[in-house]
């Protein structure tokens, strides 16, 4: 089973960046972000293919975050610009260890195999 690892969580002031990164054990198809805030339900994020080619976003983050991986590294990162205190919330890595459909986007937590501890991230106001 492949495990994940996240870093890069913290405190910073609304408008400020933070990068989150998530190691994977070994080789992942389609990773993805999720986040869930205090009450509230898991929801999906950002998502990314394989190769990294294809990315796709929650409408309430485009254009401010940006996903990419390094499969060299068997990294994914979640860059994320312009935050907000309604961006506070436990972020979650997922990889799915199966194959991908070609074409296929994965907006689901039952859609990913693999999950990370999740690493908290506060925006103040």
């Excluded at 689901?108 to 991230?121: E, M, R």
Aim: hydrophobic share 30%; charged share 15%; aromatic share 12%.
């Amino acid at each position: 089973q492949v495990q994940l690892v996240e870093s890069g969580g913290g405190l910073v002031q609304a408008g400020g960046s933070l990068r989150l990164s998530c190691a994977a054990s070994g080789r992942t198809f389609s990773m993805g972000w999720f986040r869930q805030a205090p009450g509230k339900e898991q929801v999906f994020v950002a998502g990314i293919n394989r190769s990294g080619g294809t990315t796709y976003y929650a409408n309430s983050v485009k254009d401010r975050f940006t996903i990419s991986r390094d499969n060299a590294k068997n990294t994914v990162y979640l860059q994320m610009n312009s935050l907000s205190p309604e961006d506070t919330a436990v972020y979650y890595c997922a990889a799915r260890i199966i194959q991908d459909y070609s074409g296929t986007y994965y907006y689901t937590p039952g859609d990913y195999d693999a999950w990370g501890q999740g690493t908290q991230v506060t925006v103040s106001p």
